[in-house]
């Protein structure tokens, strides 16, 4: 009975622990735009200046939620008057727009969003039609360090929660066996 209690022991405080942990691994912004839900999600949660950050940029049906036609995103950061990023990228099998960028002060960036599709009525001529534009604010941090001490931090108070998990359902266990 010792060997069943160590393993759900360590079952819940490992899952509970990878369970806090993950809450810092994705973050985003949605916003509703006419007839559709505009999904600008970005890994790490909360951006550091220096650091990859990883953006995905997804169009869907405001209503249904269903993914939405699109034939790519053009997307451009700016900080004040200055823009530091442009680019148009192609819609991935997964009906997402990615691409990496590295922001290299802290502060608040706009970034805009807009996706396209292509004229089909003209086939010679691809013209692309804009199907949604909008706006977001992202606010990047600069202290790297402080960031990953509370993931460290978080961890641990994940791996206390499946501690005192555990020792409670081996009190209950115990109860019950007696």
Known sequence: MNILRII???TL???IAGFAY???LGGGQDKVVG??????????????AGQ???????LLDNETKEIADFENAWVRISKGN?????STLERTTSNVASFLYTFTESGVYETTVRFQKFNEEIPEI????IIVETDFNIVVGGDVAARKSRASK?????????AILGIIISLILRRKVK
Do not use: M
């Open 8 to 10: 759900i022991f360590l």
């Open 13 to 15: 405080a490992i899952s």
């Open 22 to 24: 993950a809450h810092g």
């Open 35 to 48: 007839n559709y839900l505009i999904d600008l999600s970005y890994s790490p949660e909360e951006p550091v």
């Open 52 to 58: 990859n950050i990883q953006f995905g940029l997804s």
């Open 82 to 86: 200055k823009v530091l990023f442009a």
């Open 126 to 129: 691809r013209l692309a039609e």
């Open 154 to 162: 978080d961890l641990i108070i994940g791996f206390i929660i499946g």
